[in-house]
């Protein structure tokens, strides 16, 4: 009769232990996910920016007749198409040196951040802009290429497009922003107007032109108004001291070859003061209700921004939909402040491995703190403190065989990468809830900050509690915003 035998328990924790520390030294040892930067390509596209003359560029009318069209089977509005511009083919840079462009360009961006959080925090807080008094201050002509553009400081118009404004259409350069939502434009007769591209809006010119009453929703509307001969007046003003100020109206805005809206509120500024190159006004596609995208009840609407770098062109779309393979996130709303899209946000991995953070650390608490938003105005995004340690340190982690260099202004991860023509470096993805991700480019979170080689980690901490994904990590991916259904979409490689 055969008998049964035990293993011993000292054998059993021994097999037990040495399973873990197998499956341990494997996990540890495993191939990370690597992407490849193309260094060259990236040092070339900083190098010819700096000698780009945006005269050679192919006019927006020319541009708008081979714009594509991303149409959705699901919306019966029409769909609008106009097309969409970095600032460095509106108007040639003074700058001789990319390192200073790139400084230039980070000032602006600490600019609209502060301007961002500062708006959040009245709106947070319950204090009215009419509360508010510019503070005076001087405008150096040194800093004339620096725009003024939305909020109280933004200071930063990075992507321009082209729309017909009255009844026969004028055309003219307008700087797109989703951090504001105000429409307004220079127009005559000027008591004081700065410089700008196009020849000055006359309202005369236009039969469709038609002052606001004082008594109508969209004047009651404004965060800053007033009332003249039974005309609504309103103010935009910018803590640097720039403004607008001028009448309310509505008029006619058409979108290239693909139709026009009558009736669009906007400000007609006959007083207006700032830096804002070139551009006529500009375009406020946020989600209140004086923005151009709830005044044309627009279900969705996306843009796609090319390199800043870059003299190619993109384009904004109203009513598009969501391209079907759009990694969708979703799109998330501030009972405070109508103004900002937020996006569910819940983490990132790096080198394909889940970057490890507290649970929700980008939550939006129940008084509008937290939260994150898509910004198509900032440039580098900004993270909670805590999560960009963790983000930059497990990068840091996976690129030990790269040289370093020194930090460039916000930037304190940099690489000198002056002897490679391209290099391997750890994938990076963020996470949204409902489990999906979206993989980053290389060139959209490793970028040159000199024409020599080094590049830095495109992120940075911030105080605040508001984190922001800015357009450096948008470039080259169409965002869309489908309003109807409260998603965001991000379709890389749709420009």
């Not at 959040?120 to 150096?140: D, F, H, W, Y």
């Not at 606001?212 to 800053?224: H, N």
């Not at 004086?290 to 609407?301: C, D, H, N, P, V």
């Not at 910004?375 to 960009?388: N, S």
Request: hydrophobic fraction near 35%.
């Amino acid at each position: 009769m055969a008998s049964s035998s035990k293993l011993p328990v000292s054998f059993l924790f021994f097999f037990f232990f040495l399973s873990f520390l197998v499956t341990a030294t494997l996990s540890r040892h495993s191939p990370q996910a690597t992407t490849t930067l193309d260094v060259s390509a990236s040092l070339k596209q900083a190098q010819h920016i700096l000698s780009f003359d945006p005269q050679s560029l192919t006019s927006f009318v020319q541009a708008q007749s081979a714009a594509p069209f991303f149409n959705s089977s699901s919306s019966s509005s029409s769909v609008f198409s106009i097309p969409l511009h970095s600032r460095g083919s509106l108007r040639k840079t003074h700058h001789t040196d990319y390192k200073n462009l790139v400084r230039s360009r980070l000032d602006r961006d600490s600019s609209r951040v502060d301007s961002l959080t500062t708006k959040l925090q009245l709106a947070l807080n319950g204090v009215k802009k009419s509360e508010l008094r510019p503070v005076p201050t001087e405008i150096r002509p040194e800093a004339l290429s620096t725009p003024v553009i939305s909020g109280t400081s933004q200071g930063s118009g990075e992507y321009f497009s082209r729309i017909g404004v009255g009844n026969p259409s004028k055309q003219f350069y307008m700087v797109l922003d989703t951090g504001s939502d105000i429409n307004w434009i220079q127009c005559e007769p000027c008591s004081d107007c700065y410089q700008q591209s196009d020849p000055i809006f006359n309202p005369s010119g236009s039969s469709t032109y038609s002052p606001v009453s004082c008594e109508s929703k969209q004047c009651s509307s404004l965060e800053v108004s007033a009332c003249r001969s039974e005309k609504c007046l309103y103010q935009v003003s910018y803590g640097d001291g720039s403004f607008t100020v001028g009448e309310f109206v509505t008029e006619t805005v058409s979108f290239g070859n693909s139709g026009s809206i009558n009736g669009v509120a906007l400000g007609c500024g006959h007083d207006n003061e700032g830096l804002f190159v070139g551009a006529a006004g500009l375009l406020g596609l946020g989600g209140g209700p004086l923005s151009l995208t709830s005044q044309i009840k627009a279900t969705s609407f996306s843009y796609c921004l090319v390199n800043r770098d870059s003299a190619a062109s993109s384009t904004l779309d109203f009513n598009s939909g969501l391209p079907s393979d759009s990694v969708t996130a979703p799109l998330l709303r501030n009972r405070k402040i109508d103004t900002f899209y937020y996006v569910g946000l819940t983490g990132f991995s790096v080198g394909g491995q889940p970057v490890q953070l507290p649970p929700g650390l980008f939550d939006m608490d129940a008084s509008g703190n937290g939260g994150v938003i898509v910004d198509c105005g900032t440039a580098v995004t900004r993270l909670q403190t805590q999560a960009y340690n963790a983000l930059r340190d497990a990068f840091v982690k996976l690129t030990h065989d790269l040289p370093t260099a020194s930090g460039v202004a916000l930037f304190d991860t940099c690489y000198d990468l002056s002897s490679r023509t391209s290099v391997r470096v750890p994938t990076v993805a963020f996470h949204f809830g409902g489990g999906q991700s979206l993989d980053l480019p290389a060139k959209n979170y490793l970028i040159p900050v000199d024409s020599s080689g080094v590049f830095c980690f495109a992120f940075a901490p911030t105080s605040s509690s508001l984190s922001i994904i800015g357009n450096v990590q948008q470039q080259g991916t169409r965002v869309s915003f489908d309003l109807a259904n409260n998603k965001v979409g991000f379709s890389p490689r749709k420009c």
